[in-house]
C-alpha cells in the first residue's frame, strides 16, 4: 500500500518570506500527485496535479508553484508568501486504475 | 461540470445512535464514488469507496453508504456511533481529464458525538 509523507508539519512564515513544502510518496511507482489545500473550517482545493516527471498543471492561478523533481517527489512552492496562502497543505497520491487518492498527513502553514 | 453537495455542514448526534451522512452527485453517467474522514489536523482517510457492482459498500471502522443511481446519492451511515467517530466526513466523486482521475470533493460534514 502507499504511505505518503509530508514535511514539515507546521510551519510559521512572514509575509513575503519564500515557501518549500515537501511530498514523498513511497509504495508505488508513477503514480498521480496532487496539492490541496484546505482553509480553516473549509472543504478541499485542488491546487496542482502531475501525472508525470516535469509534467504539471495548474486548477488556480495564485501565487504557488509545483514541481515534480523525481518520480515520487511532489513539491509546492512560492516565492513571496500572501496571508491568503495559510492553511492546511494535503498531498494525495493515485493511480490508475484504482481511482482512489490516498492522502498525507499534511502541513498547517500559518503566514503572518 | 461534476459537483458535489454536502446537505449538512454540521450533524450533531448522541453516542449509540444511528446517523446518516447525505451526498448527492451532478452527473448521470459513470461515477465512482468515496467517503473520507479527516480527524483534526490529519489528513484524509478513506472511509469507503463505489466502483461497480453492489450499490451497498461497506467500509472501515462500521460505516457503509449505499449508491443509489436514480437520485444520484451516495449516503453514509452507522448505525451506532462512538464518540470517537467525531470528525469531518468528506464525500468525493471522480472526474477523468486526459487520462488522470481528480476528485472533487464536497464542502464536508461535522459530526459530532456527544456522550
Known amino acids: 500500500s502507499q504511505t505518503i509523507h509530508q514535511w514539515p508539519a507546521t510551519l510559521v512564515q512572514p509575509v513575503g518570506s519564500p515557501l518549500s513544502l515537501e511530498c514523498t510518496v513511497e509504495?508505488?511507482?508513477?503514480?498521480?500527485l496532487y496539492w490541496y489545500r484546505q482553509a480553516a473550517g473549509r472543504g478541499l482545493q485542488l491546487l496542482f496535479y502531475s501525472v508525470g516527471i516535469g509534467q504539471i498543471s495548474s486548477e488556480v492561478p495564485q501565487n504557488l508553484s509545483a514541481s515534480r523533481p523525481q518520480d515520487r517527489q511532489f513539491i509546492l512552492s512560492s516565492k513571496k508568501l500572501l496571508l491568503s496562502d495559510s492553511g492546511f497543505y494535503l498531498c494525495a497520491a493515485g493511480t490508475v486504475p484504482l481511482y482512489e487518492q490516498y492522502f498525507g498527513p499534511g502541513t498547517r502553514l500559518t503566514v503572518t | 461540470a461534476q459537483s458535489v453537495t454536502q446537505l449538512d455542514s454540521q450533524v450533531p448526534v448522541f453516542e449509540e445512535a444511528p446517523v446518516e451522512l447525505r451526498c448527492n452527485y451532478s452527473?448521470?453517467?459513470?461515477?465512482?464514488l468515496f467517503w473520507y474522514v479527516q480527524y483534526p489536523n490529519q489528513g484524509l482517510q478513506l472511509l469507503l469507496k463505489y466502483l461497480s457492482g453492489s450499490t451497498l459498500v461497506k467500509g472501515i471502522n462500521g460505516f457503509e453508504a449505499e449508491f443509489n443511481k436514480s437520485q444520484t446519492s451516495f449516503h453514509l451511515r452507522k448505525p451506532s456511533v462512538h464518540i470517537s467517530d467525531t470528525a469531518e466526513y468528506f464525500c468525493a466523486v471522480t472526474t477523468f481529464s486526459g487520462g488522470y482521475n481528480k476528485l472533487i470533493f464536497g464542502a464536508g460534514t461535522r459530526l459530532a458525538v456527544h456522550p
Open positions: 509504495g508505488t511507482s508513477n503514480p498521480n
Open positions: 452527473s448521470s453517467v459513470s461515477v465512482y
